[in-house]
């Protein structure tokens, strides 16, 4: 089974930061990776799909990298709506497993 | 508007059953790869279960051999029979679809939507 890691777990950022999230796989899944956004009560929100590509909707202030066990997402400059937890997926291999999710909170 | 509306949650015994639905709206269920998600009160997403497109079903080791996912053509829905049933299956429950391209194996894309969730607890 794929495995996934996420970095850091909790991340304190203020509005106007730029902060990257990784997300590490524990064996290559080429580019089969997407991002989510989830806000306390609410639905999970597909940021990014196919590690780099933007879902339609989402502020382009978000932004995914990566391919093989490394990648990343990036939030240019925080915003006040940004703060939640996001996880990441992979996407390859009969199991789509998520990783343990990382908390960005207010500073 | 594409939407999924999950019901059948409930209080249920340990090593009891339950079987979830997953109504969809404005796409077809069986020409998609559609999955079952679950969170636990305060904790992550886990993956639960695919059925591809063609038929095919996968399941999350914590949950093979007890859970079983199945679609109904004729009502558009996606259900999720759930047997044997722990304290440790005790989540929201979140039907989603997968977008994107998508292979016999692998999927380049995500979920979206998902449903709003029904909720399963597992207690004596």
């Known amino acids: 089974d794929i495995q996934l890691t996420q970095s850091p777990s909790f991340l304190s950022a203020s509005v106007g930061d730029r902060v990257t999230i990784t997300c590490r796989a524990s064996?290559?899944?080429?580019?089969?990776l997407a991002w989510y956004q989830q806000k306390p009560g609410k639905v999970p929100k597909l940021l990014i799909y196919?590690?780099?590509t933007l879902q339609s909707g989402v502020p382009s202030r978000f932004s995914g990298s990566g391919s093989g066990t490394e990648f990343t997402l990036t939030i240019s400059s925080l915003q006040p709506e940004d703060f939640a937890t996001y996880y990441c997926?992979?996407?390859?291999?009969?199991?789509?497993?998520f990783g343990p999710g990382t908390k960005v909170d207010i500073k | 508007e594409v939407q999924l509306v999950e019901s059948g949650g409930g209080l249920v015994q340990p090593g009891g059953s339950l079987r979830l639905s997953c109504a969809a709206s404005?796409?077809?269920?069986?020409?998609?790869?559609m999955n079952w998600v679950r969170q636990a009160p305060g904790r992550g997403l886990e993956w639960v279960s695919v059925i591809y497109s063609g038929g095919s079903t996968y399941y999350a080791d914590s949950v093979k051999g007890r859970f079983t996912i199945s679609r109904d053509i004729s009502k558009n829905t996606l259900h999720l029979q759930m047997s044997s049933l722990k304290p440790d299956d005790t989540a929201l429950y979140y039907c989603?679809?997968?977008?994107?391209?998508?292979?016999?194996?692998?999927?380049?894309?995500?979920?979206?939507?998902w449903g709003q969730g029904t909720l399963v607890t597992v207690s004596s």
């Open positions: 997926q992979q996407l390859h291999n009969y199991q789509f497993t």
């Open positions: 989603a679809r997968a977008i994107g391209f998508c292979t016999s194996t692998s999927c380049r894309g995500g979920f979206d939507p």
């Open positions: 196919a590690a780099s």
């Open positions: 064996q290559g899944i080429s580019s089969y």
């Open positions: 404005g796409f077809t269920v069986s020409t998609n790869y």
